[in-house]
């Protein structure tokens, strides 16, 4: 699924080729609104109506949703949650599996949404904050501190991993990033939150914003179906240090990774250098 980083690499590249373009039409995919529509919580007329026409005038990121700003003051945003990306393509361009929806821009290019799964969503709202009023701090950003992590960890019996998790509490982590995380930190991902003591906290503030970076300079984590905006997979699988590697010998002790469940999610960890 893609991740802070992921999303963050999409938004880099498709910047400063949209923003100053203005959407000419949208259409949906013939068989694609079915039975999960790609547009939420509107009907697919007005909301082809309402952005054509309309400029991109910024591309921002939070968390993992990417938001257009357009000049009509509304905000087109989308959020491509298991299987989504969003391709930049010339009308020529071999067609893409999984279309779901397509707008077309002034400059000839088109942006696909494609989405093997149709968890992903395409949202036209005034303001951001209908979409997910309930989003925690960017974790690269400067609304993201140790006295916030501290604030998030204490008290909590919640398994550590589980609380890096919680979108409400940080935007963007997804299970890639906070295995990483919390290897890079030393931390077994099962502790309670309130167990760590000040230097794990302070060891996982720094880890959460190391692997989020190198994820990002590395353009994101292709495992399987993360794709940028021009069609190509990320790097960082290359260097992920406990992520799917059960099994393995990890790179620091050479003891075998092993793979827990953690608050349902597949959890993957050193039992000798995580503590
Ligand atoms: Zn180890």
């Not at 999960?36 to 952005?51: L, T």
């Not at 393509?89 to 400059?107: G, M, Q």
Request: glycine fraction near 10%.
């Amino acid at each position: 699924m893609p991740e802070l980083p992921e999303v963050e690499t999409i938004r880099r590249d498709l910047e400063p080729r949209v923003v100053g373009r203005t959407i000419t039409a949208f259409r949906v995919a013939e068989d694609s609104g079915k039975p999960v529509p790609v547009v939420k919580r509107m009907d697919e007329a007005s909301f082809r109506e309402a952005v054509s026409g309309a400029s991109i005038r910024f591309l921002e990121r939070r968390g993992k949703y990417l938001v257009f700003g357009l000049d009509s003051g509304l905000s087109l945003v989308v959020h491509l949650r298991m299987t989504g990306a969003l391709l930049y393509r010339r009308p020529t361009d071999p067609p893409d599996r999984y279309l779901r929806a397509v707008f077309r821009l002034d400059d000839g290019h088109e942006l696909r949404f494609a989405d093997l799964r149709k968890f992903g969503g395409l949202w036209l709202v005034e303001s951001f904050d209908e979409v997910t009023s309930a989003l925690g701090p960017e974790p690269l950003g400067e609304g993201f501190s140790r006295e916030l992590l501290e604030a998030a960890l204490k008290d909590r019996k919640a398994p550590v991993k589980s609380i890096i998790l919680d979108q409400r509490r940080i935007a963007g982590i997804g299970n890639i990033y906070a295995d990483e995380a919390l290897f890079e930190a030393g931390i077994d991902p099962r502790r309670p939150g309130g167990d760590l003591s000040v230097e794990a906290m302070l060891k996982l503030f720094g880890a959460i914003g190391k692997v989020l970076l190198a994820g990002v300079e590395s353009r994101g984590a292709s495992f399987r179906d993360y794709l940028d905006a021009d069609g190509n997979t990320g790097n960082m699988q290359m260097y992920v240090r406990v992520f799917r590697r059960t099994g393995k010998p990890c790179y620091n002790c050479g003891t075998l990774i092993e793979r827990v469940k953690v608050g349902g999610r597949s959890t993957h960890f050193c039992p000798s250098c995580q503590r």
